[in-house]
């Protein structure tokens, strides 16, 4: 008898480099930003194969109206069936549809993710006003994050990386 998938470890904590930040608001001065961490939507693949195998998921858009639906259904190894989750993608109009479309189904897949875990934590990040270049649009400090956030394996190489004296 195969074993149940082990569907929490797609809620694991990315490691901080594969983080992406965006400004979701900018101060009125241009200076600073209210930071947001996102993850691409590779990550999100690539967390799926690993966890359970790329046998063992698929992804599915469905046109409901004027919007895109993704979907991200998982095969109970135990059972065999399919359990299916699904969301919309939420991008902002573009001068190319083809680039539209293609963004609402990213979207789509990495929110249609959230509910399986994958990248849920990043809603829970203490929220952080960092540096921001208004000419450039772009952020010019990267948000420290809290150390539930932070994999164990990064956080054991970057203390073995201190010297003896200041390690935790």
Same mark, same amino acid.
């Given at each position: 008898?195969? %074993?149940?998938? =082990?569907?929490?470890?797609?809620?694991? =904590?990315?490691?901080?480099?594969?983080?992406?930040?965006?400004?979701?608001?900018?101060?009125? +001065? !241009?200076?600073?930003?209210?930071?947001?961490? &996102?993850?691409?939507?590779? +990550?999100?693949?690539? *967390?799926?194969?690993?966890?359970?195998?790329? @046998?063992?998921?698929?992804? #599915?858009?469905?046109?409901? !109206?004027?919007?895109?639906?993704?979907?991200?259904?998982?095969?109970?190894? /135990? /059972?065999?069936?399919?359990?299916?989750?699904? #969301?919309?993608?939420?991008?902002?109009?573009?001068? #190319? +549809?083809?680039?539209?479309?293609? !963004?609402?189904? /990213? #979207?789509?897949?990495? *929110?249609?993710?959230?509910?399986?875990?994958?990248?849920? &934590?990043? &809603? %829970?990040?203490?929220?952080?006003?960092?540096? &921001?270049?208004?000419?450039?649009? *772009? @952020?010019?400090?990267?948000?420290? @994050?809290?150390?539930?956030?932070?994999?164990?394996?990064? *956080?054991?190489?970057?203390?073995?990386?201190?010297?003896?004296?200041? %390690? =935790?």
């Amino acid at each position: 008898m195969e %074993r149940a998938l =082990p569907v929490t470890e797609l809620s694991r =904590p990315f490691p901080p480099a594969q983080l992406n930040w965006k400004p979701q608001m900018i101060a009125k +001065d !241009g200076t600073r930003a209210l930071a947001v961490a &996102y993850i691409d939507a590779r +990550d999100v693949a690539e *967390r799926l194969d690993e966890v359970v195998g790329p @046998l063992h998921w698929a992804v #599915d858009h469905k046109q409901v !109206g004027s919007q895109t639906l993704t979907g991200i259904g998982i095969r109970d190894q /135990s /059972s065999g069936e399919w359990v299916w989750k699904w #969301d919309t993608g939420l991008v902002e109009r573009e001068k #190319d +549809d083809a680039l539209s479309v293609e !963004g609402s189904m /990213s #979207d789509g897949l990495k *929110r249609a993710a959230v509910l399986w875990g994958v990248g849920r &934590y990043l &809603y %829970r990040l203490p929220k952080s006003w960092v540096g &921001y270049d208004s000419q450039k649009r *772009r @952020l010019t400090e990267t948000p420290p @994050l809290p150390r539930w956030a932070i994999p164990q394996e990064p *956080r054991r190489e970057a203390a073995h990386a201190l010297p003896a004296e200041v %390690r =935790p």
